[in-house]
């Protein structure tokens, strides 16, 4: 690459000094031929930087495509690793039927007591109140908010705002008291 540049760079000089030659006081003659021979290094100037240019563009082009090739390669590492992980931990916590069922069953009995109050906090002991955040808390990393707010709280569809709300604040209650 250095080699194409140093002959790019005597062509041209050696085009301008042909050229100037030709304009000193000189022969008709050596005119003639200083002429001829700055056009003839001037063509080839043309001829090596055009090469020259292919040149830089495919040297370009291979440095953006290893560029996008190393970012590919950090983007599936990083899936290989997230992967991993998530192999590791598995997906949401999955409960046996039976447990399922007790847990839902439970969390249904909490929320239907006659001393819920649905605005404020439950007026059930802090042992319930404990045990109903850490049945909702299971329940939200095994089926997901909207299965909590449709199934347990029961309010889903036009209530589905007030069922958010409510389990923001059953949730906050339990952050509260850091159960």
């Excluded at 495509?65 to 998530?86: D, K, P, R």
Aim: a negative charge.
């Amino acid at each position: 690459m250095v080699d194409r540049w140093l002959k790019t760079n005597c062509l041209l000089a050696s085009a301008i000094t042909f050229w100037l030659a030709a304009l000193s006081p000189l022969p008709q003659i050596g005119k003639g031929i200083s002429y001829s021979l700055a056009l003839v290094a001037s063509v080839q100037l043309v001829g090596e930087s055009r090469r020259l240019i292919v040149q830089e563009a495919q040297r370009a082009a291979l440095k953006a495509m290893n560029q996008e090739l190393e970012h590919i390669e950090i983007a599936l590492n990083t899936q290989q690793q997230e992967q991993a992980l998530y192999e590791v931990y598995g997906a949401a916590p999955t409960y046996p039927p039976e447990v399922e069922q007790e847990l839902k069953t439970s969390l249904e009995h909490l929320y239907k007591e006659p001393s819920a109050d649905y605005t404020g906090e439950t007026s059930a002991s802090t042992s319930d109140d404990k045990a109903f955040y850490l049945a909702v808390r299971g329940l939200l990393e095994a089926r997901g908010e909207t299965y909590v707010i449709e199934q347990i709280l029961k309010m889903g569809g036009r209530r589905w705002e007030e069922g958010k709300r409510r389990l923001k604040q059953i949730l906050e209650e339990g952050q509260q008291n850091e159960w």
